[in-house]
């Protein structure tokens, strides 16, 4: 398994940005699939979206879809979820979660490791 740390939740207010981060540990970030999950209070986690091992394919939740974008860079074994025209219902805590071969998977169940989440809140 691989070890992940995210960073860059906050506060913010609607229709603003934020940049969450996912370092990763170990020297096969490659051969992982990456995704972010959320969940909020009183609610199942959720998948948000994932990508490829090397990046050249993506694809989201359609809640999320045109606002945020996952990428990668494999180089600095770091995954990255911006987030544009943020609104309320997207305050959750937010988790990075990766897997060698869960690609087109949405479950959580389907990932193997995750990170400890960073809180997202977005005030109206």
């Known amino acids: 398994q691989v070890q992940l740390v995210e960073s860059g939740g906050g506060l913010v207010q609607a229709g603003g940005s934020l940049r969450l981060s996912c370092a990763a540990s170990g020297r096969t970030f490659s051969s992982y699939v990456m995704a972010w999950f959320r969940q909020a209070p009183g609610k199942e986690r959720e998948f948000v979206a994932a990508i490829s091992w090397i990046g050249g394919s993506t694809y989201y939740a359609d809640s999320v879809k045109g606002r945020f974008t996952i990428s990668r860079d494999n180089a600095k074994n770091t995954s990255y979820l911006q987030m544009n025209s943020l609104k309320p219902e997207d305050t959750a805590v937010y988790y990075c979660?990766?897997?060698?071969?869960?690609?087109?998977?949405?479950?959580?169940?389907?990932?193997?490791?995750w990170g400890q989440g960073t809180q997202v809140t977005v005030s109206s």
């Open positions: 979660a990766a897997d060698r071969n869960r690609w087109g998977s949405t479950s959580p169940i389907d990932f193997n490791s």
